[in-house]
């Protein structure tokens, strides 16, 4: 989704959740999209399925194979779905795409950490 919102990415901010979500009632990890064909929701137990070098690598194009970009794209889009919200005290920080997103975070109250990281909002 914010690959597709990255001509807003300065309206933008990712939270940063801790990971301590994982236990609450629940929570199920997806290792792809959610809504995708092939996806499996994994117990948070299961948390070691996850493949984090195609989740968290900078690009998931594969000029040359296109299977390997449709997966490696859906992927990429690996969830944590919490039912019902995310309380405030899980919340440890948000990613900004520019200093100036990142003040516009402060000057609304944002007290957590603000790493700016333009890759992050595709740029």
């Given at each position: 989704?914010?690959?597709?919102?990255?001509?807003?990415?300065?309206?933008?901010?990712?939270?940063?959740?801790?990971?301590?979500?994982?236990?609450?009632?629940?929570?199920?990890?997806?290792?792809?999209?959610?809504?995708?064909?092939?996806?499996?929701?994994?117990?948070?137990?299961?948390?070691?399925?996850?493949?984090?070098?195609?989740?968290?690598?900078?690009?998931?194009?594969?000029?040359?194979?296109?299977?390997?970009?449709?997966?490696?794209?859906?992927?990429?889009?690996?969830?944590?779905?919490?039912p019902?919200?995310?309380?405030?005290?899980?919340?440890?920080?948000?990613?900004?795409?520019?200093?100036?997103?990142?003040?516009?975070?402060?000057a609304?109250?944002?007290?957590?950490?603000?790493?700016?990281?333009s890759a992050?909002?595709?740029?």
């Open positions: 989704m914010l690959y597709k919102r990255r001509d807003k990415a300065t309206e933008l901010c990712v939270l940063r959740v801790s990971i301590e979500v994982r236990h609450l009632e629940g929570v199920v990890f997806t290792d792809s999209n959610a809504s995708s064909d092939y996806v499996r929701f994994l117990h948070s137990s299961q948390w070691a399925l996850l493949d984090f070098e195609a989740i968290y690598a900078p690009d998931w194009r594969h000029p040359n194979d296109p299977i390997a970009y449709y997966r490696h794209r859906s992927r990429k889009c690996a969830e944590v779905l919490v019902h919200c995310v309380e405030p005290k899980f919340l440890v920080g948000a990613y900004a795409v520019l200093d100036s997103s990142a003040a516009k975070l402060a609304v109250g944002f007290s957590l950490p603000v790493t700016v990281d992050m909002f595709f740029r």
